[in-house]
């Protein structure tokens, strides 16, 4: 066997490892699992079709809490902003007489607006992400308590349910926008040098400025999309629900932040990444259903979450170094050999990283 042929083996080895694909193994375990235990319930055609819809909201909302995480920033007020953003778009129907089709880019723009007060907060107010997001969290809390009354926002205007409830193709509105978006976040960070700088911003701040990267507008603007992106998993989910109920978006957040840690561990070895959280969704959430169909008690989903999330943690944190430094190598060009003949310490003058990183 030549050395190339022994190479692509262990490429093919690594790509199959359970340590790269680890939530695929699980899936199928689950599977056979409950296919065995509660085979009438657990096959049925409708119950696959309702979870990859009922889930798509929340692979929006974990992306929104991913592009953050890229950046170096928690955002632990994703829930919140889901829940502030699902009765606003609510009010703007009902009690301010606002068209639907005017008051959804109006939603989506008042989350951008709040991942902009939040991003600044980080970055001019000097506060750690996780004690200005929980802040902030509170009161977009507090905002929508006081917008809702604490009760239900109902009478939403004819039209606006069926954007969550049309199907094509026997999927639903929400499941193509999770995909659409899942696609076009996957392309900027992984295929465009705005992605490549993302990743030096979070894993290496100072070595990022010091080749040219502007860390703060990064994190300012990760927050930004953050924002948008989970102003759109409440229109959706109003949309759905066809009311606006205050109670549903907070309980995002621990499946959000469960689905991205645990997807860190997919396929790019502890590093964030789109496809690992969209994988990670359907398996926590195939999970959960399992148990749910044998008679599991209300609270298995949030024991199960909780134990996942302090699972892929530890997961993530034992992934950290060898990502770290792979994202490093991929991000400044005097880190990488080339054609096997360069050493790694190598290193162009400032201004030509500087200069590559923008290509």
């Known amino acids: 066997?030549?050395?190339?042929?022994?190479?692509?083996?262990?490429?093919?080895?690594?790509?199959?490892?359970?340590?790269?694909?680890?939530?695929?193994?699980?899936?199928?375990?689950?599977?056979?699992?409950?296919?065995?235990?509660?085979?009438?319930?657990?096959?049925?055609?409708?119950?696959?079709?309702?979870?990859?819809?009922?889930?798509?909201?929340?692979?929006?909302?974990?992306?929104?809490?991913?592009?953050?995480?890229?950046?170096?920033?928690?955002?632990?007020?994703?829930?919140?902003?889901?829940?502030?953003?699902?009765?606003?778009?609510?009010?703007?129907?009902?009690?301010?007489?606002?068209p639907f089709a005017m008051a959804i880019p109006l939603t989506l723009l008042a989350g951008a607006l709040v991942g902009l007060v939040s991003g600044l907060i980080i970055t001019k107010g000097r506060i750690d992400s996780f004690i200005a997001t929980l802040g902030l969290s509170s009161i977009l809390l507090a905002a929508l308590a006081w917008m809702s009354s604490s009760q239900q926002v109902v009478g939403l205007q004819e039209g606006f349910r069926s954007i969550a409830t049309s199907r094509l193709l026997g999927i639903t509105v929400?499941?193509?926008?999770?995909?659409?978006?899942?696609?076009?976040?996957?392309?900027?960070?992984?295929?465009?040098?705005?992605?490549?700088?993302?990743?030096?911003a979070g894993y290496n701040p100072d070595g990022a400025r010091l080749a040219g990267v502007h860390v703060v507008r990064l994190r300012i603007g990760a927050l930004v999309a953050g924002g948008a992106i989970a102003a759109m998993a409440g229109v959706l989910l109003t949309s759905r629900l066809n009311t606006g109920e205050p109670t549903v978006g907070p309980g995002l957040l621990l499946p959000a932040l469960t689905a991205v840690f645990l997807g860190s561990t997919q396929f790019k070895g502890g590093r964030f990444n789109v496809w690992g959280t969209v994988i990670a969704v359907y398996v926590l959430a195939t999970g959960i259903k399992g148990l749910q169909l044998i008679g599991g008690p209300p609270w298995i989903s949030d024991l199960f979450n909780g134990i996942a999330l302090l699972a892929a943690v530890g997961l993530s944190q034992w992934e950290k170094p060898s990502a770290r430094t792979g994202a490093i190598r991929r991000a400044f060009p005097f880190g990488r050999r080339q054609g096997g003949d360069e050493a790694e310490g190598s290193a162009p003058p400032a201004p030509e990283r500087a200069e590559s990183l923008t290509r």
């Open 1 to 98: 066997m030549s050395s190339s042929e022994v190479t692509t083996n262990q490429k093919r080895l690594r790509l199959l490892s359970f340590r790269n694909i680890s939530a695929i193994y699980i899936f199928v375990f689950i599977f056979v699992v409950f296919s065995l235990v509660t085979p009438q319930t657990f096959l049925q055609e409708g119950v696959w079709r309702t979870l990859l819809d009922a889930q798509a909201i929340t692979v929006i909302a974990a992306i929104g809490v991913m592009i953050p995480l890229v950046t170096g920033s928690f955002n632990l007020a994703i829930g919140a902003e889901v829940g502030f953003a699902g009765i606003l778009v609510a009010v703007l129907q009902v009690k301010a007489g606002i």
């Open 174 to 200: 929400p499941a193509y926008v999770m995909l659409v978006l899942a696609f076009v976040v996957w392309y900027v960070l992984e295929r465009t040098p705005v992605g490549r700088r993302m990743y030096a």
